[in-house]
């Protein structure tokens, strides 16, 4: 009876993600207008001959396309295959046999020996299970075969992966379902296929299938409201994300000789350089000839993969730098920005250089983001956060306007918890990045827009408008209507919202899986309520302005690096100001937010409990990580410099008297009195650290686990720090044990 019980759960996941795929479609859909790739060339090898190839050549060549599917499937096995991705539809063995086949000869003859079932669990990276193609021959040799089994379920062992107590130890059997909308591609001679990650009981136990479930809730709600709107030709609306990635680059051998930055993505000690960010000469500045070779290079892997690199260029910070897709549907864009993540760091090697993912690497220096470009589209290309030019657009474009206003209000605290790491706590709110106050930006333009609706009053624009819906007409909104505001959280930016809050290595499923679910349900409460009315315009108004009226408190189209904005959101507006992980993360399970993540069928109870549970986890154990390392540098690799140097100025100071007792010894007394002093700090500081570590064994939960790391081991780790970075600017150059800020952030030319 359990046993037919878990194989259900198991049928109805895999069931789940073909359902929830379907929508996505897998291909590409550029919102904004698109340039033409550059051309850039590599050698293509043709008869013995080298020639040169273009972008358009090579781009995908590693990528099991709907190009390569086309041409390489029976037509029959083609067209079915494309109900799976377009439909949903169950794809038979017979038909699925027929594509790993043809899925196998593309790899193998793209030099690929393995395939594995690519896919994302709960540990914040990519996990593969590598198998050969190989199987033995009667007559002793072996073939190359790939099932159809083998395409579209795995079972790789679950047992080692956070399920945050979904799970027992000894229960080690885990699932993988494949995902037809993201396609399979070639790495390193493997067949990766994107899948989604589940329990033998079917619990979803990864990013993926969440994700999906959540694009298909926001898909079924917002087909729901264009019926209303007498839109009867869109099959499916998907939301589509361009995130950008911010990343450093440090020299590799550098980058060795500093524990803190193998062990923990980021540097525990630093002082701050001669000079740093200040003369605002890197950002968009030229490119140096060693990172210019590392970006060509990466885009080369990046475009074979079928990645859409468009934008790069030098961020703020010195060695830092910025790497932008074109917009893709939201699944692929999370697919695709785990790949980049990857190859980023492995090209660097390549080139003798270390990417750094950590969104606050260098004290005192710009710390990097992910910006999450989101927007609504339907599958006939039209965006519904693009205002149109007739009163139907004007009044659509608002409706799905005010739901995300809705949702972004009502679930600020989800928003919050899906940025929420170690590692994003340091870059929050530090005049760089958005505050942990979650608001929105809408420009002045549209601002006036919606106190006009609010209100009934003219609208004064190009010409006074009395805004009632039916009737209405916005002016056409060009791209990009009013400046920028880089100090908000949640920017409108002419026919997307940009999320800033994003930390650099944060994987973009969590944030969009809580921005699809929460304008779900903005939609869905929309729906209901007009669905149901017996006069759709005046239903329509009044819900507008009812919406306008009761969330404007999220809208802010000031300065969010201002502290009077932090005071006037929390203490006038209500907003909430969770400024550190273990502020946010417990409100995941507030009634409301587990009743919203149910009901729109992205979570169960369960599979939110879990990932409680597993995010506080990450977060003592990476804090934990941190104060081990800074006790064992503080120990020994400063204070043994510090005494080896003291030793010498004792030395040269006693040289002195014995030659000359008239000599002056002040700077050498001065400067052995000021580092004794500090070496005393430094091994007391690291003392109260060591045992403040050991003192979290007495925590009884792991929640209260991270209050005692905010409130005890963080300031603990900053008061080690002062001495030893002060240290650091009174020792000389050749005793300091590892390379100083300005190496790294000026070590690559």
Known sequence: MGREKNKKGIDNFFSGVYDATHKGKGVFSVISEEAPLPLFLVLREKKGCFTMATVPEYFGSLVFDDRVMKANLPAKVYASLRKTIDEGKTLDLSVANAVASAMKDWAVANGATHFTHWFQPLTGVTAEKHDSFIAPSPDGGVIMEFSGKELIRGEPDASSFPSGGLRATFEARGYTA???????????????????????GGEALDKKAPLLRSMEALNKQALRILRLFGNTKAKYVHTSVGPEQEYF?????????????????RTLFGAKPPKGQEMDDHYFGSIKPRVAAYMAD?????????????????????????????????????DHNQLTMEIMQKVALKHGLVCLLHEKPFVGVNGSGKHNNW?????????????????????????????VIQAVDDYQDLLRIAVASAGNDHRLGANEAPPAVVSIFLGDELNAVLEALETDTPYEGIEKIQMKLGVDVLPKFSRDTTDRNRTSPFAFTGNKFEFRMVGSSDSISCTNIMLNSAVAESLKVYADKLESSKNFDVTLHDLLQTTIREHKRIIFNGNGYDDAWIQEATEKRGLLNYRTTPDCLPHLLDEKNVKMLTGQGVFTEAELKSRLEISLENYCKTIVIEANTMVSMARTEIAPAMEAYLTEIAKAAMTKKELDPTLPRTYETELIQKLSTLTVQIAARTDELEQAVLDLEQAESMEQEAYAIRDSILPKMCQLRLPCDEAETLTARKYWPFPTYGDLLFGVN
């Open 298 to 334: 990466l885009n080369e892997h990046l475009w074979k993969l079928g990645i859409l690199a468009k934008t790069q260029h030098n961020e703020v910070a010195p060695a830092q730098h910025e790497l932008a897709p074109i917009y893709t549907t939201t699944n692929v864009a999370a």
């Open 178 to 200: 494949w995902d037809p909308t993201s396609y399979a591609f070639i790495k390193e001679k493997s067949l990766c296929i994107p899948t989604a990650f589940c329990s033998y």
């Open 249 to 265: 680059l440090v020299d590799a051998k550098m980058y060795a000789q500093r524990r803190d930055l193998r062990f923990t993505g």
């Open 375 to 403: 927007s609504l589209a339907t599958d006939t290309n039209v965006n519904l956060l693009s205002p149109g030019e007739t009163p139907y657009e004007n009044a659509q474009f608002l409706l799905f306007l005010c739901a």
